[in-house]
C-alpha cells in the first residue's frame, strides 16, 4: 500500500497545525480535510464516524501517531487525509504519549478487508523512527507528499 496513493495530493494535507490542541478538535480538523474529498458525506458526520470509532479504543498507535479511521456507508473508495501538530496532543495512545502524526482513513462500509491491509502497512510504515522524524520536520504540504511519494519508493 503506498502512502501517497491514498492521500491522492497534497490537497489532503495539513501541516503544523496549531488550532488543534485535543483529540476532539484533531477529529474535528481531520474531519474536514476529509469531507474536502467528497460531497457524499458531511463533516459532521465524518466527525461522528470516528468519534465512534475512536469511543471503541484509541487509535493512537504510539510513538506519537494516530490512525483515526471508520467504515463509512454511502462513499465508493477509501478516502485520506494526513495532519501534522506542532505540539503533540493527548490521544489516549496505547504508550500514553502525546500525538502529533495523524493519518485519518474513511473506507467503504462493505470494504471487506482492504481497509486492514491499509491499515497494517500504515502501522508499520509510522513505527519506523526516521521515517516519522523526516515528517516531523516538515512544514510545507508539497514538500510533505514528496517525502511521502519518496516512502512509498523505497
Same mark, same amino acid.
Given at each position: 500500500?503506498?502512502?501517497?496513493?491514498?492521500?491522492?495530493?497534497?490537497?489532503?494535507?495539513?501541516?503544523?497545525?496549531?488550532?488543534?490542541? *485535543?483529540?476532539?478538535?484533531? /477529529?474535528?480538523? /481531520?474531519?474536514?480535510?476529509?469531507?474536502?474529498?467528497?460531497?457524499?458525506?458531511?463533516?459532521?458526520? /465524518?466527525? @461522528?464516524?470516528?468519534?465512534?470509532?475512536? $469511543?471503541?479504543?484509541?487509535?493512537?498507535?504510539?510513538?506519537?501517531?494516530?490512525?483515526? #479511521?471508520? $467504515?463509512?456507508?454511502?462513499?465508493?473508495?477509501?478516502?485520506?487525509?494526513?495532519?501534522?501538530?506542532? $505540539?503533540?496532543?493527548?490521544?489516549?495512545?496505547? @504508550?500514553?504519549?502525546?500525538?502529533?502524526?495523524?493519518?485519518?482513513?474513511?473506507?467503504? =462500509?462493505? %470494504?471487506?478487508?482492504? #481497509?486492514? =491491509? #491499509?491499515?497494517? *502497512?500504515?502501522?508499520?510504515?509510522?513505527?519506523?523512527?526516521? /521515517?516519522?522524524?523526516?515528517? $516531523?520536520?516538515?512544514? %510545507?504540504?508539497?514538500?510533505?507528499?514528496?517525502?511521502?511519494?519518496?516512502?512509498?519508493?523505497?
Amino acid at each position: 500500500m503506498l502512502i501517497a496513493a491514498l492521500l491522492v495530493n497534497s490537497d489532503n494535507i495539513q501541516c503544523q497545525d496549531s488550532t488543534a490542541t *485535543s483529540k476532539k478538535r484533531v /477529529i474535528e480538523t /481531520i474531519s474536514h480535510l476529509l469531507a474536502a474529498n467528497t460531497d457524499l458525506i458531511s463533516d459532521d458526520a /465524518i466527525f @461522528d464516524a470516528l468519534f465512534d470509532r475512536e $469511543r471503541l479504543g484509541s487509535t493512537g498507535i504510539g510513538k506519537g501517531v494516530a490512525i483515526p #479511521h471508520a $467504515r463509512v456507508p454511502g462513499i465508493t473508495h477509501t478516502i485520506a487525509a494526513m495532519l501534522t501538530l506542532n $505540539r503533540p496532543v493527548d490521544f489516549d495512545a496505547t @504508550d500514553n504519549k502525546g500525538v502529533d502524526i495523524i493519518f485519518a482513513l474513511l473506507v467503504p =462500509e462493505d %470494504d471487506g478487508d482492504n #481497509h486492514l =491491509e #491499509h491499515l497494517a *502497512s500504515l502501522v508499520t510504515s509510522f513505527r519506523e523512527p526516521t /521515517i516519522c522524524q523526516k515528517i $516531523r520536520e516538515t512544514d %510545507d504540504v508539497d514538500k510533505m507528499f514528496d517525502l511521502l511519494l519518496a516512502i512509498d519508493d523505497d
